[in-house]
């Protein structure tokens, strides 16, 4: 990993990264609220069934924009909750007759054995849900204590109208947002007011001061997140589909416990994996589960497949497109496999191969830190191959070494050499 200094900080600074900040709309620079690190949190799974390749989706874009920030030469402090407390485990643990901390137990090792074998190595920490109960509970009565949240016979809420901020994020008026009823309860004073905790007395149950019961899915994550990084951080990610409610209200609830804005300063989202029309969903009955997936393809494959659309566009699943994939790949890593197990004799490239590594290296850059634009960056790496494969022995050692480790350590970004 490349160290952070003065000069890096000024080299970083004349080639600046954009990112497409959901929060602005807009593209802006990145810059680190402290020197050279970023804290970024990425909305994990709620584990109660297997994870399928919209997830993937999701996970290998933060793990390349990750290894892209550190091939930069930031340091990336990634943390991920998992959701282990949640209706949905707690529906399906009934249904199996199983325990639901069981039940979330298996699944979240089954996550992390994709994630292992889709080679997701960014993160940092994984954190469960049920493990910051107690910093939830305490925001749920710092919020009611401002006057943010009330308690009903059900649970309690936090009244959106408090908080005049709400919509910001995913651009809704209030008249649109009164329009859509979060979850049906008549306990609540206002249809947009979303739960903070909900009183049950079975199933996966805590004691709070409002009896017995499971805090909401929202302020799970805000709590796991400010307990690691604080009241604010640079990057909060995950997929498009979570903007409303979810990263909605978690801006909400931070902000309006914190009086500090904003909560977090760059918002990434993920565009939707479709198949046909719809999104791949479990609830659709159309979802391909990561290990099936890796049945036929190889993670390098899927790598590839899945950097070849820019990560916020929706993408649409198809055969065709991975076998499209493979192709390029096999092709890419023949060249290159050329070129690194060829005998080196030298003669023709002497002088011009430091020239070559930084072209390529400079148009690699030059794509990625234009919103982490992989599709790109890929036809760069496919040209830069082909370029080695010419060059075939006809380069001296020490130039042989610069370039290969040039072509690996851009490539790793991408995580598609096997
Ligand atoms: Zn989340």
Redesign the pocket.
């Known amino acids: 990993m490349v160290t952070w200094s003065v000069e890096r900080e000024a080299e970083v600074k004349s080639m600046p990264l954009k990112v497409r900040n959901s929060l602005t709309r807009r593209k802006e620079i990145l810059t680190p609220s402290s020197g050279g690190e970023l804290k970024m949190f990425v ?2 799974p709620t584990v109660y069934d297997y994870v399928h390749l919209g997830h993937a989706r999701t996970y290998l874009a933060f793990d390349t924009i990750t290894r892209y920030l550190k091939f930069l030469g930031y340091k990336v402090h990634y943390l991920m ?1 998992i ?1 282990d407390v949640a209706e949905r485990v707690v529906q399906r643990a009934e249904q199996l007759k199983r325990d639901p901390v069981d039940l979330a137990r298996e699944y979240e090792e089954a996550f992390l054995d994709d994630m292992r074998a889709l080679g997701v190595t960014e993160v940092d920490i994984f954190e469960r849900a049920s493990e910051a109960i107690p910093r939830m509970i305490e925001q749920v009565a710092g919020l009611i204590e401002k006057g943010f949240a009330y308690e009903t016979q059900t649970g309690v809420y936090f009244e959106v109208e408090k908080y005049p901020k709400f919509g910001q994020l995913s651009g809704q008026s209030h008249e649109e947002l009164s329009l859509r009823r979060l979850e049906l309860c008549s306990s609540k004073r206002n249809p947009e007011d979303f739960s903070l905790w909900r009183k049950y007395d079975k199933g996966l149950a805590w004691d709070s001061p409002w009896g017995r019961g499971r805090p909401g ?2 302020i799970e ?1 805000t709590a796991v997140s400010m307990a690691m990084f604080g009241d604010t951080y640079d990057i909060h990610g ?1 997929a498009s589909e ?1 903007i409303f409610p ?2 909605e209200a ?1 801006i909400a609830q931070a902000e309006s416990l914190t009086g500090k804005a904003p909560f977090v300063r760059y918002w990434l989202h993920t565009g939707l994996l479709n198949v046909g029309v719809r999104k791949m969903s479990k609830s659709l009955g159309n979802m391909i589960r990561i290990r099936d997936a890796l049945k036929e393809y190889t993670a390098a494959e899927l790598r590839f497949y899945f950097a070849s659309v820019h990560y916020r566009e929706p993408m649409a699943y198809s055969h065709t497109g991975l076998k499209r994939a493979r192709r390029r790949l096999s092709r890419l890593q023949k060249n290159f496999n050329s070129f690194t197990q060829a005998q080196v004799r030298g003669g023709g490239y002497e002088g011009k191969t430091s020239a070559t590594l930084a072209r390529y290296e400079s148009k690699f850059k030059r794509f990625m830190n234009d919103d982490f634009n992989t599709p790109r960056a890929l036809t760069v790496l496919e040209e830069f191959a082909a370029a080695l494969g010419r060059m075939g022995r006809r380069v001296d050692q020490d130039s042989k070494m610069n370039l290969e480790d040039g072509f690996r350590k851009m490539a790793n970004v991408l995580g598609i050499l096997s």
Do not use: A, M, P, V
């Open positions: 909305c994990g909750n959701t899915w929202h994550d995950g979570l979810h990263h978690e």
